[in-house]
């Protein structure tokens, strides 16, 4: 069972930059962002896997970057140039599975608890 655990988040004003870090207390494969807004659906940010290669939604690319520490099982996402339709709660997830579709919520067993994130324009 791997435990993720959530910090960063805030307010910011658009054009802002925020940084989202998540702890695992165990090794995993993938990690990944993801995000909910109010009356919509969890939506794919990012995700990297152990061997560092990065993905990203459409909607985020060039403005965000997610990265990680194998030795400390720790994932990071360096948001810049936020919008107002960036304000969600985002959610660390964790995989210790190998496999393809990064953007899948159903593919990673383990989340945190979710960071309020809020960009006022």
């Known amino acids: 069972q791997v435990q993720l655990v959530e910090s960063g988040g805030g307010l910011v004003q658009t054009g802002g930059s925020l940084r989202l870090s998540c702890a695992a207390s165990?090794?995993?494969?993938?990690m990944g962002w993801f995000r909910q807004a109010p009356g919509k659906e969890r939506e794919f940010v990012a995700a990297i896997d152990w061997s560092r290669s990065t993905y990203y939604a459409d909607s985020v690319k060039g403005r965000f970057t997610i990265s990680r520490d194998n030795a400390r099982n720790t994932v990071a996402l360096q948001m810049n140039s936020l919008k107002p339709e960036d304000t969600a709660v985002y959610y660390c997830?964790?995989?210790?599975?190998?496999?393809?579709?990064?953007?899948?919520?159903?593919?990673?067993?383990?989340w945190g608890q979710g960071t309020q994130v809020t960009v006022s324009s």
């Open positions: 997830a964790a995989s210790t599975s190998v496999f393809s579709s990064m953007w899948s919520v159903s593919n990673y067993g383990y």
């Open positions: 165990g090794r995993t494969y993938t």
